[in-house]
């Protein structure tokens, strides 16, 4: 253990001194019903683009388990699966210690396979992060707006329906039968235009927060 807050002790300060922000940079951060010992989150929008678990020793069984453990905690927090997540290492040279890209995926790979990460951008996977989050708002948007027009078809269909068959069987509608009439559109229309609005406005944030 005191191994390892040395390691984490190490680890912060090289963070702190290539660029990335403190306010990014949580321990412990909370995954359901664990905790990571290291998140570099986005000081915009608050979402982790890089995970890191850090283990005492360098051994098959110590990178399974950190493996294992950083698959679950990109499930407990429903991150996508392109984001990095790494096992940090004690080294006995200067910066002392040694990071390695893991793929939270696969658990069964030998130390060997795993190559050393020579350096970690914060600004760059926080595009890229920001980039994923703004293409999914995007297609979430496209899919309200094409489920929207279905319904607006569909009730265009109805409306007609309604217009011919006054015509043929001569009945009427009152004016409470129209204003229930428009309150039923209404109801059905309100979500999808609130949801268009939603999803709009979350591309547009997670585009200005990739630009800035």
Not at 67 to 94: A, C, G, H, S, W
Not at 137 to 159: P, Y
């Amino acid at each position: 253990m005191e191994l390892e807050r040395d390691l984490m002790d190490k680890f912060l300060t090289y963070l702190l001194e290539h660029g990335f922000p403190e306010e990014s940079l949580l321990t412990e951060y909370k995954a359901g019903r664990g905790r990571v010992d290291l998140a570099v989150i986005d000081t915009t929008t608050q979402l982790p683009i890089m995970l890191f678990e850090l283990k005492s020793r360098k051994r098959r069984d110590f990178v399974r388990m950190g493996t294992d453990q950083l698959r679950r905690y990109v499930q407990e927090l429903n991150l996508p699966e392109e984001i990095p997540t790494y096992l940090v290492f004690p080294k006995d040279v200067d910066p002392f210690f040694e990071v390695i890209e893991v793929d939270a995926n696969i658990s069964n790979l030998d130390v060997a396979e795993y190559k050393s990460v020579k350096s970690i951008d914060y600004n760059l996977q926080r595009k890229a992060r920001l980039a994923e989050k703004a293409n999914k708002a995007e297609k979430k948007k496209e899919e309200v707006v094409d489920r929207f027009s279905l319904v607006s078809w569909i009730l265009a269909g109805i409306l007609f329906g309604i217009g011919v068959g006054s015509k043929i069987w001569s009945f009427t509608l009152s004016a409470t039968d129209l204003t229930l009439l428009g309150a039923i559109i209404g109801l059905i229309i309100a979500p999808f235009a609130s949801k268009i609005k939603f999803w709009g406005i979350e591309f547009e944030r997670f585009r200005k927060a990739k630009n800035k």
